[in-house]
């Protein structure tokens, strides 16, 4: 790989053109995209249902869900790389820095999708806590909005599409991770993106629509690595969905190829899709061969025993992995853990599994059902496998965003089917009067569909303080965003999250720097002061702050105690 400071400006170059390149074949493919929407009902007042569709979901998020971050402490560390983005050009997890400047850092273990749509955000509105939430609330409007196209192409129905937009809107994963800046949330709704480039690449096959489908790809895979089983998944789409005949449709797919292999125009877009997604795929490949992702030493529960008992881990993705957290996966679909803020309406699974089922009976919707079961089943494995996946395994019940929409579009599809039916039999059995008979029937479907979501309010709206998981860092972050103004500026803090405090307009290094007497006498010299920031890792096993509290003389400048576990945290100038 290449050194640390120009792979990151790569990885800026690469999800620059893929962003442009999407825009600029979006434009030019606007008018296919108009017709193949049209093909399916769609018009511009349709523009108004989906408007009252995410004007739903806005509500719940900002009236009711009171915002918190949850990741901890990834999220500060997504904030200070797209920190780094825009005053440097460059996203990384930064050691040693300024709030302008990074003089030290490393590669995250995840690409810089996320930070650079926070970048963003902190370039028109400034790099603030309160931005970093409104970008991931604007991930969450995009995602139920593209949800609706996305699912018209698959569906070719614009009742069930509706339903489904209705539904992603409801799920209590998306309305609690709407907030919190974690990647999931990136990859819900870029995903939706690529897929319905998938669907329109398939109905035009046009070099635009190829453009977008292979550009939109790019863009997802710089939100996680994860991702890259996106390729199997649209391979199978494609084999899918583009015929009726499977072997017709490989046939078409290489007389495609052929036909096109050397149009200039179509070369020169895969020439940029390379320089674009090739430090993603090097990244992702290196990722997968270096790091552990934290496994090592870690001991996760075997939720398919009765006491959870304990389970060493052996691997990052293995089939140990995949016993131990497969049930605890598969019972979240029917609410089994709503108690600690971790919840799926049953409905909402039920309306997936029905929709599902009636896809399945109907040979005009059944390769539909299997591509969007293959899409959801591909992700459930994968996280099921992964030794963090369990949704009980502290805040990862997140990874169920990327599955959440392909049982939003199955749900949709039930509802729309019901519906569809429903008026049918009302128009034979009432010719003058089902209108007004449909209407009412629509509206007992709305409550019923509204009412899960109603009956959680109370965990949905809870207090932050009052949320079971992560207490501790919460607190400990609340402390930091509240007292980092009382360190003197020119002062330098060593803390084990150098990133929270350059947020917080604070120069910061690693803490392990103080075992370097050298560097120690430097930074003397060079700063006004040195701080520790004895902090949330500091009641951790195996910590560098005893050693930093018998070698130093430490002068509070602020603290505070987290009653719950008695937990000391504060700002010490060293001497």
Known sequence: MLPNGILEYIFTIGIIISAIALVVGAVKERKNIRETLGKYGFERKDFLIIIAIVLVFAFIELYFIKPTQLLFFDDAIYQGMALDLIHMGQAWMCNYGTPTMCFSGQVYHEPIGLSANMALGFLLFGAKRSVAYGVEFMLGVLSVFVCFFASLLLLKSKRAAYFAALLLALSPVLLVWAMPTNSDLAVLAYSLVAVFFMMLFIERKTIWSFSNLLFSFSLLMYMKVDEVFFIPIFLLFYILLDDKSVRKAIGNGFRTIRKNFLNTKLLIILLFFVFAIAPSVLYSYNESRTDSYGYTGTTIQNTCTRNLAPVSVTGSINLQNFNANICANVVFWFNQYKSTYIMQPILFTALAIVGLAIMLMHKRHRREAIAVGIWFLVFFLLYAAFYAGSVIYGVDWRFQLSMIAQ????????????????????????????????????????????????????????????????????????????????????????????????MNNRTATQIDNLYNTTQVNQYRSTYQCLVLDYGYWCHTPNNECAYVNKTYNLTPIVTATYKQFNYNYGFYTVK
């Open 407 to 502: 049982a939003c579009i199955l749900g949709g599809f039930c509802l729309g089917f019901i519906l569809g039916e429903g008026e049918n039999w009302l128009k034979k059995r009432f010719k003058n009067n089902y209108r007004s008979l449909s209407l009412v029937v629509l509206a007992v479907m709305l409550v019923i569909v509204f009412y899960p979501i109603y009956a959680m309010m109370p965990l949905l709206a809870v207090n932050p303080s009052a949320v079971v998981q992560a207490g501790d860092a919460r607190f400990y972050e609340g402390f930091v965003y509240n007292n980092s103004a009382l360190i003197p500026p020119g002062c330098i803090v060593y803390t084990y999250d150098p990133t929270l405090f350059n």
